[in-house]
């Protein structure tokens, strides 16, 4: 699918590579190598494609509490979208990269929760592109300047107090996106502790593409929802609010505009908890 305002086809990105209206972003990245998302980047990549990290760009530093992948602070991130050609509520930004939307739909859902609409994801990502054998470099941009005066949702998140005080009410659903087996505590690759918030009702983010990393159809989507989609409020999470929002942008296509992200997750939650049990 590719004829969504929140979905770009590769064959419409390939004939608007040239527009000054249009500024695309590279968000390959590898949770157990930090490095090679970009290296893939500097050994090749969309013409004209900028490069920012989950790490470095699309998180803040790591503290105590507030899970693996804290949200950037907003300032930061404006000078760095500015940086590389963004123009507030103007520009069309497309995200992609090769992990079925796990980070370009971290970086979607961060433009529209700093106030600008105009973003998408390229379908089928970095994989969708090279098999339609369309050009690809391993030369630098030059960034036009842009401007970016973020007008922060900040209604769009919520913390570990929120979770606790609305997880169990009637007209809200607690979704962990995580892999069915690590929902069940059967197996936690990164996390200290295993299981899931009490409460939460597990919508793993892989369902929402194919494994070519092509998204569902709208009515797809909003068929996976059905059994929430009475609930006016939806809080989602993941290990760490980053592929929670794979399933906040499924909601999107779904026309349930009503996600929230518990941006430090199970990752902040388990902070707690190694407290209270010593």
Request: aromatic content about 10%; some cysteine.
């Amino acid at each position: 699918m590719s004829d969504h305002p929140l979905i770009i086809s590769s064959q419409f990105l390939k004939e608007h590579l040239n527009d000054p209206q249009v500024v695309i972003i590279d968000c390959r990245f590898a949770l157990a190598d930090p490095q090679q998302g970009y290296q893939q980047y500097q050994t090749s990549h969309i013409p004209g494609a900028h490069y920012l990290d989950l790490n470095q760009d699309l998180s803040a530093p790591v503290e105590r509490h507030g899970g693996r992948h804290p949200l950037p602070e907003s300032n930061q991130i404006a000078q760095k979208l500015a940086a590389i050609g963004v123009r507030f509520g103007e520009t069309l930004v497309v995200a992609y990269d090769d992990s079925r939307c796990a980070f370009a739909a971290r970086l979607w859902w961060l433009l529209r929760y700093l106030g600008h609409d105009r973003v998408a994801v390229l379908d089928g990502g970095w994989g969708a592109w090279q098999s339609q054998g369309y050009p690809v470099t391993d030369a630098l941009p030059t960034p036009q300047p842009g401007q970016f005066v973020p007008q922060v949702r900040s209604e769009w998140v919520v913390d570990i107090n929120a979770v606790k005080a609305r997880k169990d009410l009637p007209d809200v659903a607690l979704v962990d996106s995580r892999a069915r087996d690590r929902y069940l505590g059967e197996h936690e690759p990164i996390d200290p502790i295993a299981g899931h918030i009490p409460g939460a009702i597990n919508y793993p983010w892989q369902e929402v593409t194919n494994a070519q990393g092509y998204l569902h159809s709208p009515d797809q989507q909003k068929q996976r929802w059905n059994d929430v989609q009475d609930k006016p409020e939806i809080i989602v999470y993941c290990g760490s609010g980053v592929t929670a929002c794979v399933n906040l942008l499924s909601l999107e296509l779904a026309g349930m505009a009503r996600g929230k992200l518990y941006a430090g997750s199970w990752s902040d939650w388990c902070s707690y908890l190694r407290e209270t049990s010593g």
